[in-house]
């Protein structure tokens, strides 16, 4: 058997092995293979950098954990990038897993003292009502959120003094992956009150959430697990992001290289000289 005609039989539990190696590898020890950065992730980058220490932005947790692998990492990336800033910011829910995505945000900083809650964070928690609750919590946060989740009074809170309707937080972004979500953002807040409003989507509501980035009303986009990498490599802090979108380059070259090599073996073996049997 000649090595092009070996080249076809590879066993194949070898590519599945080589194909758990390469996808295994970065996620445990980030690459950060270098990306393309889109003009919506640069825009949304742009406008968290023009924050200054003491700044207050609301984050909306709209999305839950069948979503999670997509819009989470972008919330854990720029929330990192809030907090080295100094920024402040307020978690709010109009999705019922919410709350929980914000506390695991939260908690290490909490833990290590970096953060003090109710100064320089809060997690406001679900509040039902979806299109409605939106738009109430809008025109009024404190009084659609009087207590946090832990039962607090929020107009006690230091983070809070000022807030009386969504123009008063610097930036609003609403993290999301489906409805509500992005229009009714847009619709029963940012028309009304002209919030300087962000978006970051899971990659199928992209489409829904693109005409309101062209008419100016979402200031910048993060599209799903690519745009939570692009926005890690901007700020300068590789996660799980760019694990991820490592793993994924990897693996399709590993794929890619793989059909290559069965398509020149097959071609190569039939130019080889076939050896005649007398």
Known sequence: MS???KMQKIDRRIIY??????VAFPLIRPLGLPLSYSDTTLKFFDEIEKLQPGDRVLISLDYAPS??????PQTVAVSKHLIQKGVKIAFVS?????PMFAEQIMQPYLDSGELVYGEDVV???YIPGANSAIRSFGFDCVGSAPKDLNGKDTASMPIMQGIKDCRDFDVVID?????????????QVQGPLGINLLVG?????????????QAGQVKGLLQGLRGAAEYELLSGSAGIAAAGMDAQSLGHLLIIGSILVGNVAYF???????????
């Open 17 to 22: 092995a080589l194909l758990v190696i390469v």
């Open 123 to 125: 997690n406001l928690g």
């Open 268 to 278: 190569m073996s039939k130019k080889q000289p076939k050896n005649n049997k007398q």
């Open 201 to 213: 989507s899971v990659v199928v509501e992209v489409p829904a959430s693109m005409p309101f980035v």
């Open 175 to 187: 993290f999301v992956m489906g409805s509500p979500g992005t229009a009714a953002w847009v619709q």
């Open 3 to 5: 090595f092009w005609d």
């Open 94 to 98: 109009f999705w019922e897993a919410g």
């Open 67 to 72: 979503g999670a692998a997509d819009v989470h």
